[in-house]
T-cell receptor, first 113, second 117 residues
Framework: GAGVSQSPRYKVAKRGQDVALRCDPISGHVSLFWYQQALGQGPEFLTY????????KSGLPSDRFFAERPEGSVSTLKIQRTQQEDSAVYLCASSYRTAYEQYFGPGTRLTVT | AQTVTQSQPEMSVQEAETVTLSCTYD???????LFWYKQPPSRQMILVIR??????QNATENRFSVNFQKAAKSFSLKISDSQLGDAAMYFC??????????????FGKGTKLTVNP
């Protein structure tokens, strides 16, 4: 496909469950970002990859959040022992080069019950 | 840390009229980029317009233009000839080139734009 894809689009998890969210960036895009968007708020940065290297994970809210991009393309954001405050839309974005346009995926809406 | 402020939670405009959305930011960097993104109800974020801080000329993309005031740290978006399809959340965003290598975007809280027929 031509755009950034994310799966699943919707995820309901019971508190304490682990979840894994997947992002397929645009082919050839070096940079990949994860953002968390709470209801009615702007997206907030979680982590950034350049190829397979995770260069910035300063936005991850706790050690329950973990992201990887092992082959420099697909990325997975994992949340362990989910809590209610983790309920949000998780957005993935990719870009071709520095400070260029970030292309966003449709997001995964996570609801923790 | 860089911050982006959008002081208008909601705005409305009549179809075919012009509307301006406000954005201010705070940074100590001299080189950076500013963006306006549009997020329709389907939630896919789309870039509307981009401005490099070193360029004095305001960016324009068809009906969308910005008023970039670097000294005032202001970056407003003007939408001319508003169309029903312009209805969405609009986010102002910043990225600096000296953020330790990270190209992360810092977003404002957004402005919900309603277009009335």
């Amino acid at each position: 496909g031509a755009g950034v894809s994310q799966s699943p689009r919707y995820k309901v998890a019971k508190r304490g469950q682990d979840v894994a969210l997947r992002c397929d960036p645009i082919s050839g895009h070096v940079s990949l970002f994860w953002y968390q968007q709470a209801l009615g708020q702007g997206p907030e940065f979680l982590t950034y990859f350049q190829n397979e290297a995770q260069l910035d994970k300063s936005g991850l809210p706790s050690d329950r959040f973990f992201a990887e991009r092992p082959e420099g393309s697909v990325s997975t954001l994992k949340i362990q022992r989910t809590q209610q405050e983790d309920s949000a839309v998780y957005l993935c974005a990719s870009s071709y080069r520095t400070a260029y346009e970030q292309y966003f995926g449709p997001g995964t809406r996570l609801t923790v019950t | 840390a860089q911050t982006v402020t959008q002081s208008q939670p909601e705005m409305s405009v009549q179809e075919a009229e012009t509307v301006t959305l406000s954005c201010t930011y705070d940074t100590s960097e001299s080189d950076y980029y500013l963006f306006w993104y549009k997020q329709p109800p389907s939630r896919q974020m789309i870039l509307v317009i981009r401005q490099e801080a070193y360029k004095q000329q305001n960016a324009t993309e068809n009906r969308f233009s910005v008023n970039f005031q670097k000294a005032a740290k202001s970056f407003s978006l003007k939408i001319s000839d508003s169309q029903l399809g312009d209805a969405a959340m609009y986010f102002c965003a910043y990225t600096g080139l000296l953020q330790g290598g990270s190209e992360k975007l810092v977003f404002g809280k957004g402005t919900k734009l309603t277009v009335n027929p």
